[in-house]
């Protein structure tokens, strides 16, 4: 079975530009979460869907950040305008949810980087 | 307020020492769940264990081991034998019954030096 798959796997770009990032959950996982990992804040839950629908956005920074999850296998995490202070490495995880906490699988990440 | 404290920063050993990362967490709830994950300089989470809160029963699997005690709501990693390869950052989390969110510790870099 594929794990959790993201992309890029490195993004360089500069500040003000659009940038997205895309995540492809495991098959049948209903629960999807994006993070965020900086050595000042560590590792940050940004939001979390269940069934596609957005559960939980307090992590999420600010409006220049949104995320979405049209169908079960695909979500995106899009930051405009990019800021030198969104670089960070960006991992999408997912979790098949039932009655008990499951567990959540990593994907490789996204090392972002805004110049 | 739910909290993971891992208060080692950083850890460094020799090879074939034994080395415990230390997890306390805070929570008011009475159903809840612990993990330990990987992360090793390649940079993905690697997921290690999971427990449930009504399971106190230690845990080893290989070199690793997880002792959980409710009394000091603490639940130690254990590895025997340390190799180079175990040179990663460990995180412990908790997960709570009514939410699917986990809140993770900041972290322990564990080197294991030849």
């Known amino acids: 079975d594929a794990g959790v798959i993201q992309s890029p796997r490195h993004e360089v770009t500069e500040m003000g530009q659009e940038v997205t990032l895309r995540c492809k959950p495991i098959s049948g996982h209903n629960s999807l979460f994006w993070y965020r990992q900086t050595m000042m804040r560590g590792l940050e839950l940004l939001i979390y869907?269940?069934?596609?629908?957005?559960?939980?956005d307090s992590g999420m920074p600010e409006d220049r950040f949104s995320a979405k999850m049209p169908n079960a296998s695909f979500s995106t995490l899009k930051i405009q305008p990019s800021e030198p202070r969104d670089s960070a490495v960006y991992f999408c995880?997912?979790?098949?949810?039932?009655?008990?906490?499951?567990?959540?699988?990593f994907g490789a990440g996204t090392r972002l980087s805004v110049l | 307020a739910q909290k993971v404290t891992q208060a080692q920063t950083e850890i460094s050993v020799v090879e074939k020492e034994d080395v415990t990362l230390d997890c306390v967490y805070e929570t008011r709830d009475t159903t809840y769940y612990l993990f330990w994950y990987k992360q090793p300089p390649s940079g993905e989470l690697v997921f290690l264990i999971r427990?449930?809160?009504?399971?106190?029963q230690n845990e080893i699997s290989g070199r690793y081991s997880w002792n959980f005690q409710k009394s000091t709501s603490s639940f130690n990693f254990t590895i025997t034998a340390s190799q180079v390869v175990d040179s990663a950052v460990y995180f412990c989390?908790?997960?709570?019954?009514?939410?699917?969110?986990?809140?993770f510790g900041t972290g322990t870099r564990l080197q294991v030096f030849p």
């Open positions: 427990r449930n809160s009504f399971d106190e």
């Open positions: 995880a997912s979790s098949s949810t039932g009655q008990a906490i499951n567990i959540q699988y």
């Open positions: 989390a908790l997960g709570l019954y009514n939410t699917d969110k986990l809140i």
């Open positions: 869907f269940n069934n596609n629908v957005p559960i939980d």
